[in-house]
């Protein structure tokens, strides 16, 4: 709540001063044309966007650090998985919510003819920072969700956390080009849309099931979900069957899928062998 409202605050001060922002591409169009200088409605104007983008830097900042104290919290710990899995749900939740206020204010501070002012450099140095600062949340999330993944296993909100620090990375990056190369933030949409759907068609092509299961499997020392496994398609039978340790255990009746459909049926499954075989 401190965060939302700091936020809050740095919006309602560029508002209070700028009530107006459809005339701010006019201001700069009207000023750059002429030779003595700049009006004060553009300065305060892009005072107010340094002092934004300071702003922002500043909570990222001290996310961060907070970030740093889970982590060793979290290495010099025991764990429950819940906890984990509450660390990465908030970590990905929170770089979802600064990208998107940190990508909708370069659209509305680096439209029209803001990119040639000559005063500039310390406002898109601002963002420069802003984009590193959002590069350390994605890598804290790649270490968190990698350190999920070592103790639990992969499952596909894993995998798509992966994909969704990739894309990130490369969106991040497109910002820079934006800056240092005068772009539009079409430009940034239009590059960074065309490759996740790159990145979506390669990932639709692999069997993720199957790939899964071959990883669980081969790693005994971290949890394994048998519930989640005997649910997976038919390619990841084989893998099981050559497990009877694993499948030949007793199902804990109230994790596993579609169990109170099979006891209705009156079939008494004892384990997950039963349970494959059922299927």
């Known amino acids: ?14 508002f209070i001063f700028e009530p107006k922002l459809n005339y ?81 204010l370069v659209g509305i501070f680096f439209k029209g003819q803001i ?18 600062l959002n590069a350390i949340l994605a890598l804290n999330l790649l270490f968190i969700n990698s350190y999920y993944i070592y103790h639990y ?13 990739i894309i990130l990375i490369y969106s991040l990056y497109q910002l820079i080009v934006l800056l240092d190369y005068r772009k539009t933030i079409s430009f940034l949409a239009n ?33 394994l979900d048998m519930n989640f496994l005997v649910t997976r398609n038919y390619s990841t039978l084989k893998l099981l069957q050559e497990r009877p340790d694993l499948i030949d255990k007793p199902i804990n009746h109230y994790d596993i899928n579609y169990w109170a459909e099979i006891k209705s049926k009156g079939q008494e499954i004892i384990t997950y062998r039963n349970y494959i075989n059922y299927r």
């Open 153 to 165: 296993n992969l499952a596909y909100k894993r995998i798509g956390i992966i994909l969704f620090i």
């Open 115 to 132: 990119l040639f002012f000559n005063k500039r450099k310390t406002l898109t140095q601002s963002t420069k920072i802003w984009i590193g």
């Open 24 to 104: 701010i591409k006019h201001w700069f169009e009207e000023n750059l044309n002429r030779k003595k200088g700049y009006s004060s409605k553009a300065l305060t104007f892009i005072k107010s966007t340094k002092i934004t983008f300071i702003g922002l830097n500043f909570i990222l900042v001290l996310t961060i650090i907070s970030q740093y104290f889970d982590f060793y919290t979290l290495l010099t710990n025991v764990n429950s998985y819940e906890e984990v899995k509450t660390m990465v749900h908030q970590s990905t939740y929170f770089i979802l919510i600064a990208l998107s206020i940190g990508i909708i």
């Open 1 to 14: 709540w401190v965060i939302y409202s700091i936020i809050g605050g740095l919006f309602s001060y560029i």
């Open 191 to 223: 590059s960074t849309l065309k490759f996740s759907l790159i990145i979506c068609l390669f990932a639709s092509l692999l069997n993720w099931d199957y790939l899964i299961a071959k990883w669980n499997l081969s790693r005994p020392q971290a949890y």
